[in-house]
């Protein structure tokens, strides 16, 4: 069972458009005023992953307050995490798969979870990365 070709017939049938590639879907996704890209991978042992990344590029004089900042919120999640990957902050969160007869279920689950987690995040993660609140 390829969580990859399951996700993207969810995706599609629900009419969102995204970018396939060798093993992983890239797509953006928004709510609002807010944008963000996410990419999508598989792992062999029936894990999919959505990653997350938020716009904004962490300064290097702020890594070290956003790391702290992200430490903090990890701490409050039951599941996911953040963390800072090539200047940005990454949201990383997973399921388990092993039933391909509520797959398709789980992924759709997983999808908006996942979406609705990096948006209930947003302005906190732009206090950690601009150390000060969203205008």
């Given amino acids: 069972m390829r969580l990859i070709d399951l996700l993207n017939e969810v995706l599609d049938s629900g009419g969102i458009r995204c970018c396939k590639q ?12 807010h944008k963000w890209s996410v990419c999508f991978t598989e792992d062999r042992e029936s894990f999919l992953k959505y990653y997350a990344r938020y716009p904004w590029h962490i300064a ?3 890594l070290n307050e956003t790391i702290a900042a992200l430490n903090e919120m990890n701490v409050s ?12 902050v990454v949201f ?5 798969i092993f039933d391909e007869f509520t797959a398709k279920e789980i ?3 997983l999808f ?7 948006e209930a995040a947003w302005d906190e993660v ?10």
């Fill in 60 to 62: 290097p004089d702020r």
């Fill in 112 to 118: 908006i979870t996942a979406a609705a987690k990096t």
């Fill in 77 to 88: 999640l039951r599941a996911g995490c953040f963390l800072v990957s090539e200047g940005y």
């Fill in 92 to 96: 990383r969160y997973g399921v388990y």
């Fill in 22 to 33: 060798s093993g992983h879907i890239q797509l953006t996704l928004c709510s609002g005023p």
């Fill in 107 to 109: 992924i759709a689950d």
């Fill in 126 to 135: 732009y206090r950690a990365v601009c150390g000060r609140e969203v205008h």
